[in-house]
Nanobody, 115 residues
């Protein structure tokens, strides 16, 4: 079972940017869709962005125009470029297949947006 390791989070001011990276322990080329998820304190984990092997992407309404998901099958890597960060983006961010594989969740990477 593929495992994912996320990195790139941090503390940023509102309006700032981050690039999150997820590296898979195995090939992701056979996974039809990959996604980035986030879980804010006291809230359920939610899907914020996904892409398919066909090249289509989808975003949650709350992040459209600010988040960009991309993948690199050669590196078994999925990235999430986050621009114009808002305090409500504060959460732990995870990557996983879509729909998610229960046993593949990593530790996530913390993103905190605060002035």
């Amino acid at each position: 079972q593929v495992q994912f390791v996320e990195s790139g989070g941090g503390l940023v001011q509102p309006g700032g940017s981050l690039r999150l990276t997820c590296v898979a322990s195995g090939s992701i080329s056979s996974i039809y869709a990959m996604g980035w998820y986030r879980q804010a304190p006291g809230k359920q984990r939610e899907l914020v962005a996904r892409f398919t092997t066909g090249g289509s992407t989808n975003y949650a309404d709350s992040v459209k125009g600010r988040f960009t998901i991309s993948g690199d099958n050669a590196k078994n890597m999925v990235s999430l470029q986050i621009n114009n960060l808002k305090p409500e983006d504060t959460a732990v961010y995870y990557c996983n297949s879509y729909p998610p594989s229960v046993g593949s969740w990593g530790q996530g990477t913390q993103v905190t947006v605060s002035s």
